[in-house]
């Protein structure tokens, strides 16, 4: 359902020069689950070099993004609803969940914000 979308990722993330220099400390690797499908996302200096398709067997990440896949697609609206508009908003409601290194996570929170809300232009509900 979101590969199309997830395959627009890098260009977007790069061609937002705030974006990357917000991110140019940042190098990592993050993995983003919805539902049963994943995706494997590789950044290096602000820069997203690869973003990889699932399944994966061990992959190897700092940090999960686990929601379902219906949460995603409110995420990703053009319009998301309120408690879906925003990364922290779905921690607090318990729709995500972020397990791994969450030190990068939240050192870097507003860059993943940022980022992953590039793909609401291209959002499925729009």
């Known amino acids: ?10 260009a977007r993330v ?3 020069e705030a974006l990357v ?4 400390f940042l190098t ?3 993995l983003i689950e919805a539902g049963r499908a994943a995706w494997l996302v ?4 602000g820069r997203v070099v690869s973003v990889t398709p699932g399944p994966f067997v061990m992959p190897s990440s700092s940090f999960v ?3 379902a896949e219906e ?3 409110k995420f990703w609206s053009s319009r998301p609803p309120p408690g879906s508009n925003d990364l922290m908003a779905l921690i607090k409601r318990r729709a995500l ?3 791994g290194n969450l030190q990068v996570f939240m050192a870097n929170l507003r860059y993943f914000k940022e980022a992953l809300a590039k793909l609401r232009a291209a959002g499925t509900g729009a």
């Open 71 to 73: 949460e995603w697609q």
């Open 14 to 16: 790069n061609e937002d």
């Open 42 to 45: 590789q950044i290096f200096e």
């Open 97 to 99: 969940r972020a397990e």
């Open 28 to 30: 990592t690797s993050f």
């Open 65 to 67: 993004l686990r929601a």
């Open 1 to 10: 359902m979101f590969e199309a979308m997830f395959e627009t990722l890098k």
């Open 21 to 24: 220099r917000r991110g140019r």
